[in-house]
Nanobody, 122 residues
Framework: VQLVESGGGSVQTGGSLRLSCADS????????IGWFRQVPGKEREFVSA????????YYSDSVKGRFTISRDNAENTVYLHMNSLKPEDTAVYYC????????????????WGQGTQVTVSS
């Protein structure tokens, strides 16, 4: 599994971005995919996750109602739609894959992408 994030950038408060997490492997559809974010000097924080089939999703309280996670297994891609962005959403966003049950602890996720920067200005 080799995950590659894209779609980060700079937006103003209230704006939107769509992050993508893509994998070129054949087993992508069997993995749960999660999004985490990290600000320098702080621990990596769980944002959202989706199970392998796409019928179960999870969100942190800080993004619930503003972010939507989805996946297209035919395209080996998971998306994170981010709306109503706030300056506190500024971070490097990482996607991760796991074949275990859902966890909000980053140590329990197996594969990681390189991250994509999201900057929200006020």
């Amino acid at each position: 599994v080799q995950l590659v994030e894209s779609g980060g950038g700079s937006v103003q408060t209230g704006g939107s971005l769509r992050l993508s997490c893509a994998d070129s492997g054949r087993t992508f559809s069997s993995y749960n995919i999660g999004w985490f974010r990290q600000v320098p000097g702080k621990e990596r924080e769980f944002v959202s996750a989706i199970n392998w089939s796409g019928d179960t999703t999870y969100y942190s309280d800080s993004v619930k109602g503003r972010f939507t996670i989805s996946r297209d297994n035919a395209e080996n891609t998971v998306y994170l739609h981010m709306n109503s962005l706030k300056p506190e959403d500024t971070a490097v966003y990482y996607c991760a894959a796991s074949d275990f049950k859902h966890s909000e602890y980053d140590s329990e996720w197996i594969y990681w992408g390189q991250g994509t920067q999201v900057t929200v200005s006020s």
